[in-house]
């Protein structure tokens, strides 16, 4: 029986890696590269080093790749699909001068009316009078993929929504067709469907095998929670890293923008979520890595902690409580370190399970489990402290590369045609 591989790339904001999986979803080979530059040029070299990095055999029998980059980092080409400018990456909120004219054509409350959406940086360089030269506008995931497949101007319903693509009807709304930028939109598919063949250009030299299929993509913290195997309705997953991100899988869409919340569409069923400022950034910034996991171990998750923390390390947060002024809330601080790291796990712990109900309260399918994903994930004692909290089983990802649900997204192809109940 002849084996097939599927390859997921992750491209990040300091890195890049590869996964390659085999039928079983077992994976087979990882590579890397770290302090990647964000720029067209840097992508592409670590894109082709990266394949080039592969073992011969996986790339022979590379049945399909899948990219996923970062949300809302985007760039503008010309006809050839060569960049016209420098990248603007998914923070940049070079776009919050535009948000007086989204007054005039964008409805109230939308998504896309953030500083740092991708619609938002389109009319900022629109308003810089770059726009003219360009003609077609893309997404990170988007251009590498193109320059795998050849086919330029299309992009998947993950990287779109913050363009303003309707998930809903799957199509862009008339308020954006009629604008005069429509044009350089790109056609949308379903994360996961095929574009196209990888082009011989490239299959040649490469040795790789030249049927390899180039599917739509992803961004991150999707590829993120396909990679953590969570599929049915009421499963989620927590990302603790830097920050607290949550999603869960709900067969209801939940949008309430002024409480920080939107939904993805994921095939049938919808991913909701939302991210706070808490997480590991507050905890790194009073600890490092060796006295958080020496106070940790010492740490009884079965009892509370007495103090009534909100772990954030400058006023403001996004989700469950939408407040640019919310006051941290670190006071008092106990005698002892341990105590004091006690208080800020349970307090961000409790922020965690005020999300959940945020989602629940919202509409969105009752809580059942939480995969758990992020640097966060590797603390015993926290694992044990939410568990109890949040009245819901708690366990670890047993992949937590983005790059691995990448591979899978490419093994099982559309995610309309996933089977999730």
Known sequence: MENFYYLGIDFGTSGARAIAIDSAQNIIQTVSEKNIQQTPESWRQVLFTLLADLDLTVRENLRAIAIN?????????????????????????????????????????????????SLAKLLWWQAEGVTKKA????????????????????????NALKLGFDVTTLQYPDWL????????????????????EILPAIAVPLNINPRCQIRAGTTDSIAAFIASGASQIGEAVTSLGSTLVL????????????????????????????ASNTGGAVLKH????????ALSANIDPTQPSGLDYYPLLQPGDRFPINDPHLAPRLSPRPATDQAFLHGLLEGIARIEKMGYAKLQNLGADPLQRIFTAGGGAKNPQWLQLREKLLACSVIISAQPEAA??????????????????
């Open 69 to 117: 980059g970062t949300s809302g980092t985007v760039l503008l080409c010309d006809e050839l699909g060569q960049p016209i400018t420098e990248t603007l990456l998914y923070n940049d909120d070079c776009g919050r001068v535009t948000l007086p004219e989204m007054d005039q054509f964008v409805p109230q409350n939308h998504l896309v009316r953030s500083a740092t959406s």
């Open 135 to 158: 003609t077609y506008f893309l997404h990170q995931a988007d251009w590498l993929g193109f320059l795998l497949h050849g086919k330029l101007g299309f992009s998947d319903y993950h």
């Open 177 to 196: 067709q009629n604008h005069d930028l429509f044009s350089l939109l790109p056609q949308v598919k379903t994360p996961g469907e095929t574009v196209g």
């Open 247 to 274: 999603k869960l899988l709900s067969q209801t869409p939940v949008n309430d923008l002024t409480a920080g919340v939107y939904s993805h569409r994921f095939g049938n069923l919808w991913l909701t979520g939302g």
């Open 286 to 293: 009073f600890f490092d890595d060796a006295t958080l996991a």
């Open 404 to 421: 691995y649900g990448s591979a899978r997204l490419a093994q099982q192809g559309s995610l309309d045609d996933w089977e999730m109940l």
